[in-house]
């Protein structure tokens, strides 16, 4: 792909300032940054870009159009990369589809479970009409953090980035475009066996939950590394949940990763450069976001449990996690999760989904 291709950004998190500034600084185009929430792009638009610090990335990527005018940061984009928060998959895709252009590339960095299936289900259900390509990694590029008003500081890029499309019959056309630009993809089988290799899941919510006192009576946590709160005994949690999805995953006919082995594929090898705050952010961009529940709970852990369930794997950690985490935030995430009926796939067998995802 020529470094003249075009990328939209949507989400002006700790993700997406990243994946803009380091584009830019790579000489690749953002012809647009796209938040929701004026107070997410308005420190880009004040300063004309990006500053990235802390030795992984450094300088300023200028940033012409930060904007919540999401028409006006899609218009002639060849890539629109989503890095927002999953639970806003839907909306984005409500707002995009009228959008969007024959030819483009939409990629979700992360999908979770079902991410390109229910976004695709999004687009269609509201006006699609344009013939676009849709994508998906299981995590993001980066371990990274806002650390001051348009500033990031990354403390590790991944050496892996795991990718499919959707369908899968597309993937390989599509890393011939994406490589030059995110060359850390490699490809799954498809976008289920991608999303369902998603191990952030296990890297917070059992740390979190089961640490919640720490979160809510807020000491010290904005600038706590919450990994040091995996004591023994959450990792075996940790450890039984992932168990389970293995479980889960090889019965759905996919190849697992345990989150360890993924752990060491994506990091060996890389240092961690902690960045000290340099200013204020948004509460979004504290170390130990709420979205460690609101997030992966109903869109990870659910779908863990819901295919679980249609396949007649038992997981109980990952149900008591659940329980735990409805009982602590008063909801019900199963109702607001991914399950395998929000997905439109509770009456089909599993070789009609795999010949779905793999054939379209």
Not at 1 to 25: E, H, Q, T, W, Y
Not at 193 to 201: A, K, L, Q, S
Not at 236 to 257: N, S
Request: proline residues 6%; contains cysteine; neutral net charge.
């Amino acid at each position: 792909m020529a470094k003249n291709a075009r990328f939209a950004i949507l989400g002006a998190g700790n993700g997406g300032l990243s994946m803009a500034g380091d584009l830019v600084l790579h000489g690749f185009e953002v012809s647009g940054l796209y938040d929701r929430f004026q107070e997410a792009v308005a420190p880009v638009q004040q300063r004309g870009g990006i500053e990235m610090v802390g030795g992984w990335r450094e300088g300023f990527a200028p940033i012409a159009n930060a904007t919540t005018d999401m028409a006006k940061a899609v218009a002639g984009a060849k890539i629109v990369v989503v890095v927002v928060p999953t639970f806003a998959h839907e909306w984005i895709a409500t707002q995009l589809a009228p959008l969007l252009e024959d030819g483009q590339i939409v990629l979700l960095t992360p999908g979770y479970p079902f991410g390109t299936l229910l976004f695709r289900r999004t687009l269609q259900a509201n006006g699609l009409k344009a013939t676009v390509d849709l994508a998906e990694t299981n995590l993001i590029l980066y371990a990274t953090r806002i650390v001051g008003p348009a500033t990031v500081g990354i403390k590790q890029i991944k050496n892996i980035l795991y990718f499919s499309a959707l369908p899968a019959t597309r993937a390989p056309d599509l890393l011939d475009v994406l490589r030059s630009a995110i060359p850390q993809l490699e490809p799954l089988a498809n976008v289920l066996e991608v999303g369902f290799n998603c191990t952030n899941p296990l890297s917070h919510a059992p740390a979190v939950l089961l640490n919640v006192s720490r979160m809510e009576q807020d000491t010290g946590t904005q600038h706590f590394d919450f990994h040091q709160w995996i004591t023994p005994g959450v990792a075996r949690v940790k450890a039984a949940m992932d168990a389970e999805r293995g479980a889960v995953v090889r019965a759905m006919g996919l190849h697992f990763i345990p989150a360890a082995e993924m752990s060491r594929r994506m990091y060996e090898g890389t240092e961690l450069k902690l960045v000290p705050m340099v200013g204020p952010v948004l509460e979004g961009s504290k170390s130990v976001p709420p979205r460690y529940i609101t997030e992966d709970v109903p869109m990870a852990m659910v779908a863990w449990s819901s295919m679980g369930q249609k396949l007649g794997v038992p997981t109980p950690s990952v149900d008591a996690m659940i329980h735990l985490a409805n009982v602590m935030k008063e909801t019900d995430f199963r109702a607001v999760g991914r399950t395998v009926e929000f997905a439109g796939l509770a009456s089909k067998s599993m070789d009609e989904i795999l010949n779905m995802v793999n054939r379209g």
